[in-house]
Every structure is written in C-alpha cells, then in structure tokens.
T-cell receptor, first 112, second 115 residues
Framework: EDQVTQSPEALRLQEGESSSLNCSYT??????LFWYRQDPGKGPEFLFT???AGEEKEKERLKATLTKKESFLHITAPKPEDSATYLC?????????????FGGGTRLMVKP | DGGITQSPKYLFRKEGQNVTLSCEQN?????MYWYRQDPGQGLRLIYY???????QKGDIAEGYSVSREKKESFPLTVTSAQKNPTAFYLC??????????????FGSGTRLTVV
C-alpha cells in the first residue's frame, strides 16, 4: 500500500530561521512527487514536481529535494507570509488513473 | 483565466438532507477528482472521473454520489447516508497520465457543516 508521511505535523519558526520539512514515502515505483502550499480555507496551490532521486527545484525561499525514500522542502530565511500548510503527494508508477496519494501536511507558522 | 470553480464556498446541511456541491473547470482537463479534508488529516479521495460519463469510487465513496455528463462539470452529492459529512471538500482536475506526469489543479473548496 502506498503511504506518504509528513513531519513534523506543525513547525513554528522565527522570521529568518531556516528549516526543513520532511516527506517520507513508500510506493511501488514513483512517477512523480508533488509539493503544494495550502492557505487556510483555500485549495492547495502547486509548488513543485520532482521525478527522480537527486533532483532539486527552487522557488524564491523554497527548495525541494528528492531521494529514493523521502523529499525535503527547505525554507531559507522564512517570512511570515510563508505561513501555510505544505502538502506532499506521490503518483505511483502503477497508477494509470493519475491519482495522487497525499500526506497529512505540515503546518508552518513563521513569527515576525 | 482558466481554473476550477467550486460553489458554494460554505454550505449547511440539515439531518437527512441531500446536498450537491458544484465543480466546474475550463482547463479542458479530462480527469476530475473529489477529495475530503478533515483537520489534521490528509486529503482522502471520494470519487474520480477520467472521462465523460465514467467515474470510479475512491477510498471513502460511501454516502456520496457523482455524475460526469459534461467534461467541464463534476458535481458531488452528499447524501443522507453520509453520517459525518462535516468537512472541507476539494475538487481537482488534471491532464491524463498518457500525456505525462501531471499534478492537480485545485478549486478553492467548499466547507460543509451539518446543523
């Protein structure tokens, strides 16, 4: 069974305090791993897609990396506007239906 | 601009009542999905549709029904058989996998509350 586990469940940072969010996955072949940002009461917004181990992608203060068992979302010098829930999802290779399996998310709070 | 529109944003259901959540997309995506999100839990798949006039049950389909009569529309009905419907409901769409690996585009969600 495909599983995605995100840690920590919640993370409090001071503005400027860099940290990382973890997404561990168990899947029978990985087609892609996705990161989304979700603000309260809104739908998730796409951030990154990673396809193979060793791949990295960056956007502003965020950098996503991928290994064979986990992905990290590194946040460098975060600002209060980075506060949100970050969701990780995987698309298994067997899944012809394009369905994603989601983790429980990490709620990030950045204090000024 | 293309996107997914969910309505209403807030919905209140009385005991024993059926309610329908709307989801419309103008992205020309073939695949559409309904997810349920509860506090502290990940997104759980209710139903999905890969093509018009066809849909499949997800992990938690009991108490829900859908239709896919048009490519642009994928409404979700929460029936009286769903005993705990209070949640945040998200609709999403995507390009089929035969065109590569694609994530979802999400709507803004509908918050359903039982009163």
């Amino acid at each position: 069974e495909d599983q995605v586990t995100q840690s920590p469940e919640a993370l409090r940072l001071q503005e400027g305090e860099s940290s990382s969010l973890n997404c561990s996955y168990t899947v029978s072949g990985l087609r892609g791993l996705f990161w989304y940002r979700q603000d309260p009461g809104k739908g998730p917004e796409f951030l990154f897609t990673l396809y193979s181990a060793g791949e990295e992608k960056e956007k502003e203060r965020l950098k996503a990396t991928l290994t064979k068992k986990e992905s990290f979302l590194h946040i460098t010098a975060p600002k209060p506007e980075d506060s949100a829930t970050y969701l990780c999802a995987v698309q298994p290779a067997w899944n012809a239906g394009n369905m994603l399996t989601f983790g429980g998310g990490t709620r990030l709070m950045v204090k000024p | 601009d293309g996107g997914i529109t969910q309505s209403p944003k807030y919905l209140f259901r009385k005991e024993g009542q059926n309610v329908t959540l709307s989801c419309e997309q103008n992205l020309n995506h073939d695949a559409m999905y309904w997810y349920r999100q509860d506090p502290g839990q990940g997104l759980r798949l209710i139903y999905y549709s890969q093509i018009v006039n066809d849909f499949q049950k997800g992990d938690i389909a009991e108490g829900y029904s859908v239709s896919r009569e048009k490519k642009e529309s994928f409404p979700l009905t929460v029936t009286s058989a769903q005993k705990n419907p209070t949640a945040f409901y998200l609709c999403a769409s995507s390009i089929p996998t035969r065109q590569g690996v694609h994530g979802y585009t999400f709507g803004s969600g509908t918050r359903l509350t039982v009163v």
